[in-house]
């Protein structure tokens, strides 16, 4: 299953909201993740089932998403977001993800 | 609180074998529930997933990579071991473990990753 990211690059400022699309090549029944990852860190979950925020992760976090289309909206951007995000499919094997979406300062 | 720490060689020569270990503490891998995978990282670019393994033994790999790669466990240390045979220089990557966690409905059950690992960086060079 591919995943494609886009935008692949967004510049934003703090304060504004921020959407990232991950597109499926199939159907995956919501079986998607979405991370976060800071330069020389290890990748944080954010994310599962499509739109269930893990235990920890500020509410401006969220996912929306069926059939093959799924979006992570950032809800005013804050300082600690910049960062690399990557959305993951666990519905089927071998598990895929998109190729990310880096979230700079503009 | 879960952990996961990964361990082995930084250096590794073109044609080697890479052995990572996986460490693990604060959760139990007798449950259904649980599984570890194993995640790598070439540097700027994506993450892209190797190996899984269950409970029961049950084991799951990257297709393009599936004929180098092992993927075992030893419950009564905490720990995952994956090997990847013929190493080559575009291996170089960080490796991470990750615990993935499950929820089963309908006779099915699915695995995200919820904890990770900080990572070690491996080198394939001459």
């Known amino acids: 299953i591919w995943l494609t990211q886009s935008p692949s690059l967004v510049s934003a400022s703090t304060g504004d909201r921020v959407i990232i699309t991950c597109r499926l090549s199939?159907?995956?029944?919501?079986?998607l993740a979405w991370y976060q990852q800071k330069p020389g860190k290890a990748p944080e979950l954010l994310i599962y089932?499509?739109?269930s925020l893990q235990r920890g992760v500020p509410s401006r976090f969220s996912g929306s998403g069926s059939g093959t289309d799924f979006t992570l909206t950032i809800s005013g951007l804050q300082s600690e977001d910049f960062a690399t995000y990557y959305c993951?499919?666990?519905?089927?094997?071998?598990?895929?993800f998109g190729q990310g979406t880096k979230v700079e300062i503009k | 609180q879960v952990t996961l720490r990964e361990s082995g060689p930084a250096l590794v020569k073109p044609t080697q074998t890479l052995t990572l270990t996986c460490t693990f503490s604060?959760?139990?891998?007798?449950?259904?529930?649980?599984?570890v995978s194993w995640v790598r990282q070439p540097p700027g670019k994506a993450l892209e997933w190797l190996a899984l393994?269950?409970?029961?033994?049950?084991?799951k790999y990257n297709t393009s990579l599936k004929t180098r790669l092992t993927i075992s466990k030893d419950t009564s240390k905490n720990q995952v071991v994956l090997t990847m045979t013929n190493i080559d220089p575009v291996d170089t990557a960080t490796y991470y473990c990750?615990?993935?966690?499950?929820?089963?409905?309908?006779?099915?059950?699915?695995?995200?990753?919820?904890?990770w690992g900080k990572g070690t960086m491996v080198t394939v060079s001459s």
């Open positions: 990750a615990r993935a966690l499950g929820y089963c409905g309908g006779g099915n059950c699915y695995h995200y990753m919820d904890v």
């Open positions: 604060g959760f139990s891998f007798s449950s259904t529930a649980m599984r």
């Open positions: 393994i269950g409970w029961d033994d049950d084991k």
């Open positions: 199939q159907v995956i029944n919501g079986y």
């Open positions: 089932a499509t739109s």
């Open positions: 993951q499919q666990y519905y089927n094997f071998p598990w895929t």
